[in-house]
């Protein structure tokens, strides 16, 4: 892979590596040929990437309860917690937009057309993406490695202390290992799902998840916070190295290579500027989170860190699964002159997505304290701690349903080849979230709960304006089809919210022990009972159409099949652990 100096002395120079090195094909026993099976509809590639997701949230979860655990007992273990997760941050910047930005983007048509016309090409044309991007990214990397400190004493505010600098940049050089191996590992990834194969991508996000445990276990009492960062290289190392078998098997061979003039290579960088700049908004998104925070002193990206984790998981598992289902669909309807077929495809997406969206963020919003203190509440966890990221989680709580319904309207614009539209949206959201944060931290001393607030305003002001956008483009977005089922259901949520609320106060405070888990679990399970039940019923009263979504899904699965089977959209899966912190 360090071949840098060969290949720009001979950018026409290739290597093709010999099989008889490692035959990896061994590795896959017939017990395990489960492993390679093809998927041949994107409804089956669907259902394991939403597996995967699952999978992977609460595997993620659990980790940082672990950390918790090992990293909570005193102050200073809090701080050294915080700062490994601000560690994450350039890292995982650098993955996103040199590598991911790129695959996603580019590299999984122009792979897939190419291979279906000639295989090999296809390889070797793999081969110099990969090498160029690892240049990139080596060059950088090697540029971050050298000025981390600087980098991190410029991106955090003045009450982040001195100590934790020093961890975020010796963690910061640590993980830059994880990244270069987790860009050789979508590439994999890549190729794999060119080929439709999706289930050993999806276990290799668990396995990752799986390394930062053993990193943990093994080293936390020699190397303390540290541990957690040879644990993410580690994770990362397998989760390349557990799809190298299936890849090669399929044919791949790794090359020496970086002719730049190859067919595909051009196009494939003429691609990537969109997507590298929408994901860039997001990453700067990101550092300016850690900026605020660390500015305002007493672990506050900690508590927002953890509260922004529990926010995302209903928009992945509601709003990221049936987007990516509808996509197709959306294309197909996008290319008739009538668009009122896109029209109703999009709306009722809209309200399947609103109809799981709401309850979930009424639950999130009602037991706030109970789900805070079963995800995080480990026994050195702080009870302060826990009350403040609590009420982080009800203040995003509110804006879960329309950042999920967000992941379907960027889509539709996908659908209708629009793609810079979600572009100016995204970078017009950052600007107003900048100037949100900086007037609820710097002028309103309104503390971490403003950079809450901003989160939450721009969610919504991002929602409307698309909405808007999509409605100049295919008009029937802003009328009575879209806001009279939306009404009935955030009227059925507040009843629900009311509804759950009683019982919620009377269980916890004489019936349930709650400083017992296993009371605690009882109380939220019972009260969150009560509280769908409820839902339901106002589903029902209101006659909203939607109460019947999982029949009609069972039903739509069944019909979908063969146009789903004869599309040929691809899914990418993000294995990177940066949590979408929207």
Same mark, same amino acid.
């Given at each position: 892979m360090y071949q840098e100096t060969l290949l720009l002395a001979n950018p026409n120079f290739s290597y093709n590596m010999p099989t008889v090195m490692i035959t990896f094909s061994k590795l896959l026993s017939s017990?395990?040929?489960?492993?390679?099976?093809?998927?041949?509809?994107?409804?089956?590639?669907?259902?394991?990437?939403?597996v995967a997701t699952i999978a992977s949230a609460i595997s993620g979860l659990l980790i940082k309860r672990y950390l918790l655990s090992l990293f909570s007992a005193t102050p200073v273990a809090q701080e050294q917690l915080e700062a490994f997760w601000i560690a994450f941050q350039?890292?995982?910047?650098?993955?996103?937009?040199?590598?991911?930005?790129?695959?996603?983007?580019?590299?999984?048509?122009?792979?897939t057309s190419k291979k279906s016309k000639n295989l090999q090409e296809a390889f070797?044309?793999?081969?110099?993406?990969?090498?160029?991007?690892?240049?990139? #990214?080596?060059?950088i990397g090697l540029g971050v490695f050298i000025f981390a400190r600087e980098i991190t004493v410029l991106r955090t505010g003045e009450e982040f202390k001195p100590h934790q600098i020093d961890i975020v940049t010796n963690l910061t050089r640590i993980m830059i290992v994880a990244q270069f191996f987790f860009a050789i590992s979508n590439f994999l990834t890549g190729i794999l799902q060119s080929f439709q194969r999706f289930i050993m991508p999806a276990l290799s996000s668990i396995i990752y998840n799986l390394g930062i445990v053993l990193g943990v276990y093994f080293l936390s009492d020699t190397m303390g916070i540290y541990s957690a960062g040879v644990g993410v290289v580690l994770g990362a190392f397998l989760h390349m190295f557990i799809q190298f078998p299936l890849v090669l098997k399929l044919g791949f061979r790794y090359q020496f290579n970086l002719n730049w003039r190859y067919a595909g290579i051009g196009e494939f960088f003429r691609l990537m500027p969109p997507r590298v700049m929408a994901i860039g908004a997001s990453e700067i998104r990101k550092l300016l989170l850690g900026f605020f925070t660390t500015s305002l002193g007493n672990l506050s990206f900690l508590n927002m860190y953890l509260a922004l984790n529990l926010m995302v998981i209903p928009i992945r598992f509601f709003g990221t699964p049936i987007s990516q289902a509808a996509l197709p669909f959306l294309s197909e309807k996008s290319e008739e002159k009538d668009k009122e077929l896109f029209k109703?495809?999009?709306?009722?997406?809209?309200?399947?997505?609103?109809?799981?969206?709401?309850?979930?963020?009424?639950?999130?919003l009602i037991l706030r304290v109970p789900v805070v203190r079963l995800v995080f509440g480990v026994v050195d966890f702080p009870w302060a701690a826990t009350l403040v990221t609590s009420r982080l989680v009800a203040v995003v709580a509110i804006s879960i349903t329309v950042q999920a319904l967000v992941q379907l309207l960027i889509r539709a614009f996908y659908a209708l080849k629009d793609t810079r539209t979600p572009l100016y949206v995204s970078l017009f959201d950052l600007l107003l979230?900048?100037?949100?944060?900086?007037?609820?931290?710097?002028?309103?001393? =309104?503390?971490?709960?403003?950079?809450?607030?901003?989160?939450?305003?721009?969610?919504?002001? &991002?929602?409307?304006?698309?909405?808007?956008?999509?409605?100049?483009?295919?008009?029937?977005?802003?009328?009575?089809? #879209? =806001?009279?089922?939306?009404?009935?259901?955030?009227?059925?949520?507040?009843?629900?919210?009311? #509804?759950?609320?009683?019982?919620?106060?009377?269980?916890?405070?004489?019936?349930?022990?709650?400083?017992?888990?296993?009371?605690?679990?009882?109380?939220?399970?019972?009260?969150?009972?009560?509280?769908?039940?409820?839902?339901?019923?106002?589903?029902?009263? #209101?006659?909203?159409? &939607?109460?019947?979504?999982?029949?009609?899904?069972?039903?739509?699965?069944?019909? =979908?099949?063969?146009?789903?089977?004869?599309?040929?959209?691809?899914?990418?899966?993000?294995?990177?652990?940066?949590?979408?912190?929207t």
């Open positions: 017990n395990t040929q489960w492993l390679e099976k093809q998927q041949t509809s994107i409804l089956s590639a669907a259902s394991i990437i939403t350039i890292p995982d910047m650098m993955f996103q937009l040199i590598v991911l930005g790129a695959l996603s983007a580019a590299f999984i048509p122009i792979f070797t044309m793999s081969s110099i993406m990969m090498n160029t991007l690892l240049f990139i #990214f080596i060059m109703k495809l999009v709306l009722r997406s809209l309200h399947q997505i609103a109809f799981l969206a709401l309850p979930a963020s009424v639950l999130l979230y900048f100037l949100l944060c900086g007037g609820m931290v710097f002028y309103l001393n =309104w503390g971490v709960m403003g950079i809450a607030v901003a989160t939450t305003i721009t969610a919504f002001v &991002e929602f409307f304006l698309l909405l808007f956008l999509l409605n100049k483009k295919v008009s029937g977005f802003t009328h009575q089809e #879209f =806001w009279v089922p939306q009404i009935k259901m955030v009227t059925a949520s507040f009843f629900m919210a009311v #509804f759950l609320y009683l019982p919620f106060k009377i269980l916890d405070e004489l019936v349930f022990d709650t400083s017992r888990t296993i009371e605690l679990i009882g109380l939220t399970i019972t009260t969150g009972s009560i509280g769908m039940l409820v839902y339901i019923y106002f589903a029902a009263l #209101f006659d909203i159409h &939607e109460l019947k979504l999982i029949t009609n899904l069972v039903y739509s699965f069944d019909k =979908w099949s063969k146009p789903l089977a004869a599309s040929k959209e691809v899914l990418l899966d993000s294995t990177s652990d940066a949590d979408d912190l």
